[in-house]
Nanobody, 120 residues
Framework: QVQLAESGGGLVQAGGSLRLSCTAS????????MGWYRQAPGKQRELVAI???????TYADSVKGRFTISRDDAGNTVFLQLNSLKPEDTAVYYC??????????????WGQGTQVTVSS
């Protein structure tokens, strides 16, 4: 089994910053894509940012210029730098990984989520 361990959430004031991290572990051959999604109260889960193994990134329009996604050299850890936080960013942030497993099986995995709360 594959597990994603998330950390870095917390309570900050508007304009503040946080850095989230997520590390994948298990019988993983490689990870094609890692990303962050979030779910605010009363809303569906939405994509925040993703990064491929080649370093290509995609951001939601609402976070462009404020958030930055990156991966470590090993490729099994993804970070999300959240700057200029707004109350609208308050949500549970979930890590996602598209992992290549035994026999080249590609499967999506999700972390348990980390709470980000931004006060006004």
């Amino acid at each position: 089994q594959v597990q994603l361990a998330e950390s870095g959430g917390g309570l900050v004031q508007a304009g503040g910053s946080l850095r989230l991290s997520c590390t994948a572990s298990g019988s993983i051959l490689s990870i094609n894509v890692m990303g962050w999604y979030r779910q605010a109260p009363g809303k569906q889960r939405e994509l925040v940012a993703i990064i491929t193994s080649s370093g290509s990134t995609t951001y939601a329009d609402s976070v462009k210029g404020r958030f930055t996604i990156s991966r470590d050299d090993a490729g099994n850890t993804v970070f999300l730098q959240l700057n200029s936080l707004k109350p609208e960013d308050t949500a549970v942030y979930y890590c996602n990984a598209e992992a290549v497993l035994f026999l080249n099986r590609v499967t999506d995995y999700w972390g348990q989520g980390t709470q980000v709360t931004v006060s006004s």
